[in-house]
Nanobody
Framework: QVQLVESGGGLVQAGGSLRLSCAAS????????MGWFRQAPGKEREFVAA????????EYTDSVKGRFTISRDNAKNTVYLQMNSLKPEDTAVYYC?????????????????????WGQGTQVTVSS
């Protein structure tokens, strides 16, 4: 079974930075698109960022544009989320995800239902 394991979360003050990592383990599959979602207490899980297989195409939700950068290293089966200028509203559990559909090779989807594998999440807390 494919597993995605997030790491890098923690507590940071507003304006600080964190880098999240998500490594795939277990059975190797083609993760044509990978992405990050997040869920704050009392809120629905929301899209954050996604990246195509080559890294050439990325998508971001408006609230993180200019602050977050998604990247991937296919040799390590790992996707990253560099988060700069963090705000208290970024506080959430962050989940990584992977899409095994070939159609996502060029354009990573933004909808949760498109993704096939999910990590358990890593907590990011941003204090004022």
């Amino acid at each position: 079974q494919v597993q995605l394991v997030e790491s890098g979360g923690g507590l940071v003050q507003a304006g600080g930075s964190l880098r999240l990592s998500c490594a795939a383990s277990g059975r190797t599959v083609n993760a044509y698109a990978m992405g990050w979602f997040r869920q704050a207490p009392g809120k629905e899980r929301e899209f954050v960022a996604a990246i195509s297989w080559s890294g050439g195409n990325t998508e971001y939700t408006d609230s993180v544009k200019g602050r977050f950068t998604i990247s991937r290293d296919n040799a390590k089966n790992t996707v990253y989320l560099q988060m700069n200028s963090l705000k208290p509203e970024d506080t959430a559990v962050y989940y990584c995800t992977a899409d095994n559909a070939l159609i996502s090779f060029y354009n990573p989807p933004r909808d949760e239902i498109s993704y096939d594998y999910w990590g358990q999440g890593t907590q990011v807390t941003v204090s004022s």
